[in-house]
């Protein structure tokens, strides 16, 4: 039986473990009417005279450069007229939004896109785009330096593209407001916002249904008694709100105006907070202001707690956990305290967990009265845990008790209080989490051996990603040492993108042990000491890592005297006899290159 005889279901089953972009450039060169039908029937690509109806999503996101110029040449101007969602970014592939809104416009060449997923495009490249958008529904905004956004850009985005009815903007500002504008955003989800502009949306925003801020902060100035609340009614159902330090008469001043809502779900950080962990306080509230409410998520955290404040929230904490009230709407709690030194701290939350991100960063684990086992289902939506070990005792407890499990993680950051018995850690690990399911570790903060490293590694099959944040040069050195070569082989034979973002810098002979012995990394980020090293490691990555699609090489602080634009670099390629094609951006912010292959 030849390949293209398989069976269709068979054929899905192939294609399901690849991208559309990788399916098409797979089969390019293929000239086979049953494969194109089938790659045609996998993404329900239809056209008629008059609509279409298509399911082909397209993500040029950390794309090699020789992928993304197969994409804009063949893929782009076969099936533009049909593509239903379409990603560009700048992140890890320096000027890509350019180079496509050089060949191509959203208004003339994709008449039926439906969403839009940028990352990290420039202030004018967002000019360009918002103007050209005509039959989008959903855009996805994600930028470090949306500060530098044009507002006038930004007025048009919410209140002039009525097709636009699905916003995600990593900020939102006050002036992003228009006062006396029409908006027909029904779903806003925002990273970072201001409290007045929180107010200014429930108000302003009249179609909206849904509305997600994963930090919400207030100034300092704002007081309680000068806040202008809201002149219309507000329409919105689901409330997702993560906020720091906001005092709690702030938010209850709003609840009495979402008489609509269905969902809440509500993070807190505070140490002042007691008013969060308040039973009776969130009763009268659901009681009186949200009749229509079916779900209802916590998590708060108080911190620098003394006995006394324990003897005090324990009657709250106790109602939360069989008060009728909660008990009938089958709402369950876990409440964990730690101690921190002199300090204890509450981490109070409904299970199960709501949050994609678990931390236990705040100090020992105290069993109490409230300690309670906690279940696969507790935490099913973490895929990241920030994971500090304190010390051997504290590894011993969790294994005797009743510890958090973690099932679901993509991510897990390590870091350590002190040296632990890598043995231990070893069997702590495979206790808490589901080990087969990571892909990403860092590495942060101090106290990493060789041993625990290696305890770990041999336990991850699946990691492709290792990130270091902090100075780690002695544990990087040891990997490169002849008695850890059974270490330095499963690194080398799983590690796709390699992240050395500690302050300090590594010396050109690890740059050398990292193209030797890890061939198979797609990325690579660290930071060189010198002029000269820098000058030497990129072409010698380039020239021998075949696999290279990302490099990001940076400069120690006191080489910012060595100026060079991207010109210069182009030219030195050349005298280097560096053909292949690359394109590449220098941040003098941060005095690196970044290349994308």
């Given at each position: 039986?030849?390949?293209?005889?398989?069976?269709?279901?068979?054929?899905?089953?192939?294609?399901?473990?690849?991208?559309?972009?990788?399916?098409?450039?797979?089969?390019?060169?293929?000239?086979?009417?049953?494969?194109?039908?089938?790659?045609?029937?996998?993404?329900?690509?239809?056209?008629?005279?008059?609509?279409?109806?298509?399911?082909?999503?397209?993500?040029?996101?950390?794309?090699?450069?020789?992928?993304?110029?197969?994409?804009?040449?063949?893929?782009?101007?076969?099936?533009?007229?049909?593509?239903?969602?379409?990603?560009?970014?700048?992140?890890?592939?320096?000027?890509?939004?350019?180079?496509?809104?050089?060949?191509?416009?959203?208004?003339?060449?994709?008449?039926?896109?439906?969403?839009?997923?940028?990352?990290?495009?420039?202030?004018?490249?967002?000019?360009?785009?918002?103007?050209?958008?005509?039959?989008?529904?959903?855009?996805?905004?994600?930028?470090?330096?949306?500060?530098?956004?044009?507002?006038?850009?930004?007025?048009?985005?919410?209140?002039?593209?009525?097709?636009?009815?699905?916003?995600?903007?990593?900020?939102?500002?006050?002036?992003?407001?228009?006062?006396?504008?029409?908006?027909?955003?029904?779903?806003?989800?925002?990273?970072?916002?201001?409290?007045?502009?929180?107010?200014?949306?429930?108000?302003?925003?009249?179609?909206?249904?849904?509305?997600?801020?994963?930090?919400?902060?207030?100034?300092?100035?704002?007081?309680?008694?000068?806040?202008?609340?809201?002149?219309?009614?507000?329409?919105?159902?689901?409330?997702?709100?993560?906020?720091?330090?906001?005092?709690?008469?702030?938010?209850?001043?709003?609840?009495?105006?979402?008489?609509?809502?269905?969902?809440?779900?509500?993070?807190?950080?505070?140490?002042?907070?007691?008013?969060?962990?308040?039973?009776?306080?969130?009763?009268?509230?659901?009681?009186?202001?949200?009749?229509?409410?079916?779900?209802?998520?916590?998590?708060?955290?108080?911190?620098?707690?003394?006995?006394?404040?324990?003897?005090?929230?324990?009657?709250?904490?106790?109602?939360?956990?069989?008060?009728?009230?909660?008990?009938?709407?089958?709402?369950?709690?876990?409440?964990?305290?730690?101690?921190?030194?002199?300090?204890?701290?509450?981490?109070?939350?409904?299970?199960?967990?709501?949050?994609?991100?678990?931390?236990?960063?705040?100090g020992y684990p105290i069993e109490t009265v409230f300690s309670s086992s906690n279940t696969k289902d507790s935490y099913?939506?973490?895929?990241?845990?920030?994971?500090?070990?304190?010390?051997?005792?504290?590894?011993?407890?969790?294994?005797?008790?009743?510890?958090?499990?973690?099932?679901?993680?993509?991510?897990?950051?390590?870091?350590?209080?002190?040296?632990?018995?890598?043995?231990?850690?070893?069997?702590?690990?495979?206790?808490?989490?589901?080990?087969?399911?990571?892909?990403?570790?860092?590495?942060?903060?101090?106290?990493?051996?060789?041993?625990?490293?290696?305890?770990?590694?041999?336990?991850?099959?699946?990691?492709?990603?290792?990130?270091?944040?902090?100075?780690?040069?002695?544990?990087?050195?040891?990997?490169?040492?002849?008695?850890?070569?059974?270490?330095?082989?499963?690194?080398?034979?799983?590690?796709?993108?390699?992240?050395?973002?500690?302050?300090?810098?590594?010396?050109?002979?690890?740059?050398?042990?990292?193209?030797?012995?890890?061939?198979?990394?797609?990325?690579?980020?660290?930071?060189?000491?010198?002029?000269?090293?820098?000058?030497?490691?990129?072409?010698?990555?380039i020239f021998d890592m075949k696999s290279l699609q990302y490099l990001r090489i940076g400069l120690e602080g006191d080489?910012?005297?060595?100026?060079?634009?991207?010109?210069?670099?182009?030219?030195?390629?050349?005298?280097?006899?560096?053909?292949?094609?690359?394109?590449?951006?220098?941040?003098?912010?941060?005095?690196?290159?970044?290349?994308?292959?």
């Amino acid at each position: 039986m030849n390949f293209e005889d398989l069976p269709s279901e068979l054929w899905f089953l192939i294609l399901s473990y690849l991208s559309p972009l990788e399916a098409f450039y797979a089969f390019n060169n293929i000239n086979n009417s049953r494969i194109q039908a089938i790659l045609t029937d996998m993404y329900v690509i239809r056209r008629d005279d008059d609509d279409y109806s298509s399911a082909l999503r397209i993500s040029l996101a950390q794309v090699p450069l020789f992928i993304y110029n197969f994409a804009v040449s063949n893929l782009l101007s076969f099936y533009s007229n049909v593509i239903h969602s379409l990603t560009l970014s700048n992140d890890r592939t320096p000027g890509q939004i350019a180079s496509f809104l050089d060949k191509y416009s959203f208004k003339y060449d994709f008449p039926y896109l439906k969403c839009l997923h940028l990352i990290e495009p420039t202030a004018n490249e967002f000019d360009l785009i918002v103007n050209d958008l005509s039959t989008v529904h959903k855009v996805v905004f994600q930028s470090k330096e949306m500060h530098l956004f044009n507002p006038n850009t930004m007025h048009k985005l919410l209140y002039s593209k009525s097709s636009i009815t699905d916003c995600h903007l990593s900020q939102f500002r006050q002036d992003f407001i228009c006062p006396s504008s029409y908006s027909c955003i029904q779903n806003l989800v925002i990273h970072s916002c201001d409290y007045l502009s929180f107010i200014t949306i429930l108000d302003q925003f009249s179609l909206l249904n849904s509305l997600s801020i994963r930090s919400l902060s207030i100034s300092p100035h704002v007081q309680l008694t000068s806040i202008h609340l809201m002149d219309h009614p507000v329409l919105v159902k689901h409330l997702k709100l993560r906020t720091i330090s906001i005092p709690f008469d702030y938010l209850q001043i709003v609840f009495p105006y979402l008489e609509n809502l269905r969902n809440f779900s509500f993070a807190i950080l505070f140490n002042e907070g007691f008013d969060y962990v308040n039973s009776d306080k969130w009763q009268m509230i659901i009681s009186n202001y949200w009749p229509l409410l079916e779900k209802f998520e916590i998590y708060s955290e108080l911190w620098h707690l003394t006995p006394f404040d324990i003897d005090e929230l324990y009657p709250q904490l106790w109602a939360f956990r069989n008060h009728s009230f909660w008990v009938e709407r089958q709402m369950q709690f876990i409440v964990d305290f730690y101690q921190d030194k002199s300090d204890f701290n509450l981490i109070f939350y409904s299970n199960p967990y709501q949050d994609e991100k678990f931390s236990n960063q705040w100090g020992y684990p105290i069993e109490t009265v409230f300690s309670s086992s906690n279940t696969k289902d507790s935490y099913r939506n973490v895929n990241h845990l920030v994971l500090t070990i304190y010390n051997n005792k504290h590894m011993k407890n969790e294994l005797g008790n009743s510890s958090h499990v973690f099932f679901t993680l993509e991510t897990l950051t390590l870091q350590f209080e002190q040296s632990v018995s890598s043995v231990l850690f070893g069997h702590f690990a495979t206790r808490i989490m589901n080990l087969n399911s990571i892909k990403h570790l860092i590495l942060n903060d101090r106290c990493h051996t060789v041993a625990t490293f290696s305890e770990l590694v041999r336990r991850l099959p699946n990691m492709t990603k290792l990130t270091i944040t902090s100075n780690q040069r002695i544990l990087i050195k040891q990997i490169f040492q002849k008695r850890n070569e059974g270490l330095r082989t499963l690194l080398g034979d799983r590690l796709l993108y390699l992240n050395l973002l500690y302050d300090g810098v590594i010396n050109y002979e690890t740059v050398q042990h990292i193209r030797f012995y890890f061939p198979k990394l797609r990325s690579f980020s660290a930071c060189l000491p010198h002029f000269e090293d820098f000058r030497d490691a990129i072409p010698a990555f380039i020239f021998d890592m075949k696999s290279l699609q990302y490099l990001r090489i940076g400069l120690e602080g006191d080489n910012d005297k060595k100026n060079f634009t991207t010109q210069d670099m182009y030219d030195w390629f050349q005298r280097h006899n560096i053909l292949q094609e690359l394109k590449l951006s220098i941040d003098t912010y941060t005095n690196s290159i970044h290349i994308w292959l």
